[in-house]
């Protein structure tokens, strides 16, 4: 009966982490943007305040659409996010993303800490320019309470078993 409590306790604390509602841990953000017309030669910067945090990865998405009025030939819309180095205080800045002409997208980029603050960089150089409008999705990632109970739960379990083999 000793060794039956530990495995039935593990279980418990398994099935209760895998049955309980996923709680979101997660500190999102979502900024309408726009419409905003971008013209060649005038870089936008939207610049959004965030909690920082050193730990945790940053999530950031842009989906949205492109359109211009003249000719898709003579130049696209491109982004990039940056965000604020509180070590440095600096700008840093992510890969350079092509947006597709007048049609929607999603671009997706993350950073391994979450940032005081994130910005999305939108340049052309077509002399129509572009208009520009979407959502920005800026979210740090923090594990899950659930995910958290599952591994605790695992850890009882593999405790109870390695109590229970025999020794020898």
């Known amino acids: 009966m000793q060794k039956l409590i530990p495995a039935v306790a593990g279980a418990a604390c398994l099935c209760a982490a895998l049955i309980a509602p996923r709680v979101s841990a997660q500190v999102l953000s979502t900024e309408p943007i726009g419409p905003i017309l971008i013209v060649p030669g005038q870089t936008v910067d939207l610049w959004f305040p965030n ?3 050193p730990d945790h990865p940053k999530r950031l998405v842009w989906e949205g659409w492109t359109q211009t009025t003249g000719d898709p030939a003579a130049g696209g819309v491109t982004l990039k996010f940056d965000w604020l180095d509180p070590l ?6 992510s890969p350079e993303f092509a947006l597709p002409v007048n049609q929607g997208t999603a671009v997706e980029f993350l950073i391994p ?13 077509n002399p129509a320019g572009f208009q520009v409008q979407g959502v920005f999705i800026h979210e740090c990632i923090i594990p899950e309470p659930h ?3 599952v591994v605790m739960a695992l850890g009882l379990l593999g405790f109870g078993w390695l109590r229970r083999r025999p020794q020898g």
């Open 51 to 53: 909690v920082y945090d």
């Open 88 to 93: 440095t205080g600096g700008v840093v800045y």
């Open 113 to 125: 800490f979450c940032p005081p603050q994130v910005s999305l960089h939108f340049e052309t150089g």
């Open 147 to 149: 995910e958290v109970g």
